[in-house]
């Protein structure tokens, strides 16, 4: 019985099944690595409130929202906008806004809304939140 032991090596190893096992981690692993090069990118995006100042009590709020709305971009999706009273009867035009922040530079994008000088008199953000 105490030669049946010694021909027994518990701690041994077999060359193929190491073979087969490291074979296995391999495919493992590059089926992994294909799933998640298959995820789609999270993009990053940022809610944005601005506040559209005109001139004056006369400018026409209608039209100064119209021509901000014609702004279009890959990446920006315009949201709700509503007039807020300022004071001596002016009010201002506060829109949101969507950008995806790798396609949309905020700071293109206010200049791009102060260059309608006639309605226009300058831009401020309210509120940046990241999504």
Do not use: H
Request: charged share 40%; aromatic share 6%.
């Amino acid at each position: 019985a105490k030669a049946d032991d010694d021909d027994l090596d518990l701690f041994g190893s077999d060359e193929e099944e190491d073979a087969e096992a490291a074979r296995v981690r391999e495919e493992r692993l590059k089926a992994y690595s294909d799933k998640k090069s298959k995820k789609p990118a999270l993009i990053a995006k940022s809610s944005i409130v601005l506040d559209v100042k005109p001139w004056d009590d006369e400018t026409d709020m209608k039209a100064m929202e119209d021509k901000v709305r014609t702004i279009v971009k890959d990446g920006l999706v315009w949201g709700a906008s509503k007039l807020v009273p300022v004071g001596y009867g002016i009010k201002k035009l506060q829109i949101m806004c969507v950008v995806e922040d790798e396609k949309v530079s905020v700071d293109d994008l206010t200049d791009e809304i102060t260059a309608f000088e006639d309605y226009v008199q300058s831009v401020d953000i309210a509120a940046f939140n990241k999504i």
